[in-house]
């Protein structure tokens, strides 16, 4: 992956770090009341352009907030999440999904559940949409490249789904195929990666409450460059196997070859679970730098293991995770 590094900082714990609940609900209730002055409609509206996303305009997307699993951290600016992305279907550099996004068409669209499970199902947004409560869920999401942010998030726990497929006693693994189209996306035919991007999770990693099907973020839908229509968001690993519009849910037996593993094995591996005690080999993941705490002096924060999710910790007893990176 490309790195950018900030120059290296003290780990201090900061004071801004816990932001009162009642500020919280002030911005994002404004995030709201944005999207509702500009669009009027239900949830699937077209997407409305680039100018419209970087103002806020998508569609909104109302969702409880679920306050146990909700990082209290200062969220990052909707600006920031929505302009320093890694997308590379859309170009390398942090800024080109931003620009070049709007060629994705999200509508129609669909996502097919198939594999290892009795009840193989293909969805429409619409279905997405219902099949469950949508939660609003304040999640760290920390880069390979040492970079995190603190996005709000909408959707619901992919286990939802999985119970409605019914996997079968063979389904050991779910692979996550994204769509890949050079007509759309403009990244697709670079030899960075081999396309379609595939992502992968164990079967148990996948039902985990945390594992998030994401249909939105900020109280909106999806951004383009966020992944739109449809992601998910596994926020106790890195970044990369947060795999970005979904068109394909696989449920297979063995583990999935999933796209930078295939790029850089020896580099990424299959769990990359933050670990602040296993350095990518050619840089430290002890330490990180919070997107929008950038300034003269630039402090860095320490790396949780598993990005401060503990609890999935069980997952994982017994295994050697240097090993397993
Ligand atoms: N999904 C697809 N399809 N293509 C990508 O290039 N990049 C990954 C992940 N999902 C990527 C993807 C990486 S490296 C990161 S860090 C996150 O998306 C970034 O998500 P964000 O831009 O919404 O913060």
């Excluded at 911005?27 to 996303?53: D, I, K």
């Excluded at 609003?136 to 999401?141: A, K, P, S």
């Excluded at 850089?264 to 050619?282: I, L, M």
């Amino acid at each position: 992956m490309l790195i950018k590094r900030s120059p290296n900082g003290i780990d201090l714990p900061f004071s801004s770090e816990i932001t009162p609940r009642a500020v919280f609900e002030s911005r994002r209730s404004f995030m709201r009341q944005m999207a509702l002055g500009a669009v009027a409609g239900g949830a699937l509206l077209e997407s409305l352009g680039q100018e419209a996303l970087a103002q806020g305009l998508n569609p909104k997307l109302a969702a409880k907030l679920n306050p146990a699993y909700s990082a209290l951290d200062k969220q990052s600016a909707y600006k920031d999440a929505t302009s320093y992305n890694n997308f590379y279907e859309f170009g390398t550099d942090k800024s080109d999904p931003a620009q070049n996004a709007h060629t994705l068409k999200t509508q129609p669209w669909t996502v097919s559940i198939e594999g290892e499970v009795k009840k193989p199902l293909t969805l429409d947004l619409d279905a997405l949409l219902k099949l469950a409560p949508l939660e609003e869920r304040v999640y760290r999401l920390r880069c390979v490249e040492g970079w995190s942010m603190v996005i709000p998030w909408v959707g619901y726990s992919l286990s939802e789904l999985i119970k409605r497929v019914e996997p079968t006693g063979n389904a050991k693994y779910v692979e996550f195929i994204t769509l890949a189209d050079k007509k759309q996306m403009p990244g697709v035919g670079s030899r960075v990666l081999q396309w379609p991007y595939v992502e992968g999770l164990r079967l148990d990693e996948a039902n985990h409450p945390l594992t998030l099907l994401t249909l939105g973020m900020y109280g909106e839908t999806l951004p383009k460059q966020n992944g739109a229509p449809v992601r998910i968001v596994v926020p106790w690993k890195y970044g990369f196997k947060s795999a970005k519009s979904i068109v394909k849910i696989r449920f297979v037996r063995e583990m999935p070859r999933t796209a930078w593993n295939l790029a850089a094995p020896s580099e990424y591996g299959f769990y990359s679970n933050v670990n602040p005690e296993v350095d990518h080999p050619r840089w430290s993941q002890a330490s990180e730098r919070r997107i929008g705490e950038d300034g003269f002096f630039v402090r860095k924060r320490k790396t949780l293991m598993f990005n401060g999710y503990s609890d999935v910790a069980s997952l994982y007893s017994g295994m050697d995770l240097k090993k397993f990176f």
